[in-house]
C-alpha cells in the first residue's frame, strides 16, 4: 500500500484560470513556483520548480475568484498522472497535483479589498465622570 500526498509551498504564477466542464462542473488551473533550498554551502542561484495545479468544484470557484498572480500559497493534493498528445503526434506524460486543499499565506500590506485595520464603533463611557465610579 502507498500513499500519494503532496504539499507545496509557493508563489502562483499567474491568475487561476476557471472553466467547467461539458457537464457544468467548475475546474480551475494555475502554476505554483516552487524554490529549491540550496543543495551547498554558498550556492549563489535559485532553482525553482514549477507545478501545474488543478482544483475541482467549489474549491475551483473559490481560487479562480480569489486568488492573483504573486500570493503565496499552501497547496495540499495528491499527484496525479496523464497522457496527452503534442501537436507534433507524440504522447506526453503530465505530472499534475489534484489539489484538496489550498490556503493563502499572507505576508505583508493587506491588498486593497481588504481592510487595513478592524473597524470599531465608538463606545459611550460606562460612567460619566471619574468621580461617579462607585468604589
Do not use: C
Not at 554551502?41 to 535559485?46: F, K
Not at 473559490?62 to 499527484?79: H, M, Q
Not at 496523464?82 to 503530465?94: F, H, I, M
Amino acid at each position: 500500500m502507498g500513499i500519494n500526498h503532496i504539499t507545496l509551498v509557493g508563489e502562483v504564477v499567474r491568475k487561476p484560470e476557471l472553466r467547467f466542464t461539458p457537464n457544468g462542473i467548475p475546474t480551475a488551473s494555475f502554476q505554483v513556483a516552487v524554490k529549491r533550498p540550496p543543495r551547498q554551502e554558498g550556492q549563489t542561484y535559485d532553482v525553482t520548480d514549477t507545478f501545474k495545479v488543478v482544483t475541482w468544484r467549489k474549491l475551483a470557484e473559490t481560487i479562480g475568484e480569489t486568488l492573483e498572480k504573486g500570493d503565496l500559497v499552501s497547496v495540499e493534493g495528491r499527484l496525479h498522472t496523464r497522457s496527452v498528445e503534442s501537436p507534433d503526434g507524440q504522447r506526453k506524460k503530465l505530472i499534475e497535483v489534484d489539489a484538496l486543499s489550498i490556503e493563502p499565506i499572507r505576508t505583508g500590506a493587506p491588498r486593497a479589498a481588504e481592510p487595513s485595520e478592524p473597524e470599531y464603533e465608538e463606545a459611550e463611557p460606562a460612567f460619566g465622570d471619574a468621580d461617579e465610579i462607585p468604589f
